[in-house]
């Protein structure tokens, strides 16, 4: 009989603990579940960010195919008069301006009007980011 009430009292203990657990279970499950909520804001947030940047990117790329567009310069001020993205877009900048002087020098006087413009182009606008 001692026995039987042992073995009672031991399934009694082994049920609190499962209820325990249990409830640490759905517990630690909806702590996770919040946070996997707030994770999916933060990302989509962050997606967000990403996609203006990106078609912030691509105005500038038109931009500078377009520069007697009315809006190239603004495009172009935008993103560069961000602090966060001033070295990348100064950076981009200088480097198409570089190779459409190298460009320029290797074509031994053949000026084409669209690069010559888009040489003049890309001058204003680095010191349009850079006094700004």
Same mark, same amino acid.
Request: some cysteine; charged content about 20%; hydrophobic content about 45%.
């Given at each position: 009989?001692?026995?039987?009430?042992?073995?009672? %009292?031991?399934? @009694?203990?082994?049920?609190?603990?499962?209820? #325990? /657990?249990?409830?640490?279970? +759905?517990?630690?499950?909806?702590? $996770?579940?919040?946070?996997?909520?707030?994770?999916?804001?933060?990302?989509?947030?962050?997606?967000?960010?990403?996609?203006?940047?990106?078609?912030?990117?691509?105005?500038?790329?038109?931009?500078?195919?377009?520069?007697?567009?009315?809006? %190239?310069?603004? @495009?172009?001020?935008?993103?560069?008069?961000? #602090? /966060?993205?001033?070295?990348? +877009?100064?950076?981009?900048?200088? $480097?198409?301006?570089?190779?459409?002087?190298?460009?320029?020098?290797?074509?031994?006087?053949?000026?084409?009007?669209?690069?010559?413009?888009?040489?003049?182009?890309?001058?204003?606008?680095?010191?349009?980011?850079?006094?700004?």
């Amino acid at each position: 009989m001692q026995a039987i009430m042992s073995g009672l %009292a031991f399934g @009694a203990f082994l049920t609190r603990i499962n209820l #325990s /657990r249990a409830l640490m279970v +759905v517990s630690a499950t909806g702590m $996770l579940l919040a946070g996997l909520v707030v994770h999916a804001d933060e990302c989509k947030d962050q997606t967000n960010g990403a996609t203006q940047l990106g078609e912030q990117v691509l105005a500038i790329r038109i931009a500078l195919d377009n520069t007697d567009a009315p809006d %190239a310069m603004q @495009a172009i001020k935008n993103l560069g008069l961000d #602090s /966060r993205y001033y070295v990348m +877009v100064r950076g981009w900048l200088s $480097l198409q301006l570089q190779g459409d002087r190298n460009f320029l020098l290797a074509s031994q006087g053949k000026i084409t009007t669209k690069l010559e413009q888009r040489i003049d182009f890309l001058e204003r606008a680095i010191r349009t980011i850079d006094l700004e």
